[in-house]
């Protein structure tokens, strides 16, 4: 089924602490950006990309995007403040008679075909659908050092990008949160708002979002162990 993809690359950031946003970053020779773009570039099912960008930053994405020929890009947007603003402008620019809509962070290139593929298939079926795994961790809430309770793990899942979601469901929600001012974790969670049920599919531990500096050493042992299945 085919689908279109907003990808929020506004941020700055932050907590990578390298000076540049963190689609820049270049793994094995290429910037991340391309990484992530090349997935939906190259999948026969999507049929076009839009690309959220900081204000200041809209030029060096357009030029970014005819240098590396991605067919695939319709428009590059400014972002917002959060986030959630980024992804409700490039929703706004999807083609309004667009059925599914996929919604992935610049920051995750390890994204597989096969991933994005189950997940279309659910929320084909659904109407919104998300990747998650399984937490592995123990995770505990704490209050000021001290644990204050353990949570039941077999119920928790760390949701990923992309997240799916028919168009008009997704468009709701966003709008909804916009006006009451609401911000949300994730995109899932203003559609959940609104009253609708969230599939889960399960995802790969290696479709991560790049955060911090440590994710980058993962991140090019992913990309090697790839080049080394491909040789
Ligand atoms: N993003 C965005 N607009 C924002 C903030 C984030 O489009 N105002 C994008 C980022 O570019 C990234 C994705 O949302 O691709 C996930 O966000 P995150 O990992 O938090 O990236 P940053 O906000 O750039 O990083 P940090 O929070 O550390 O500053
Ligand atoms: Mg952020």
Known sequence: MNYWTVIPAAGQGKRMN???SKQWIELLGKPVLAHTLDVF???SNCEGVILVGSEKELQQMQDFVESFQYQKV????????ERQQSVYEGLKVVPTDTDLVLIHDAARPFITHDSILQLVNTARDTGSAVLAVPVKDTVKRVIENQVEETIDRSSLWAVQTPQAFRLSIVMDAHRKADEESYIGTDDASLVERIGQTVAIVMGDYHNIKL???DDLLFGQAIL???????A
Do not use: H
Request: glycine fraction near 16%; proline fraction near 4%; charge should be negative.
């Open 74 to 81: 319709r428009k590059i947007v400014p972002g917002g403040k």
């Open 18 to 20: 390298a000076g540049i």
């Open 41 to 43: 570039e190259n999948d």
């Open 224 to 230: 090697l162990e790839r080049q080394g299945e491909e």
């Open 211 to 213: 955060t911090t500096s």
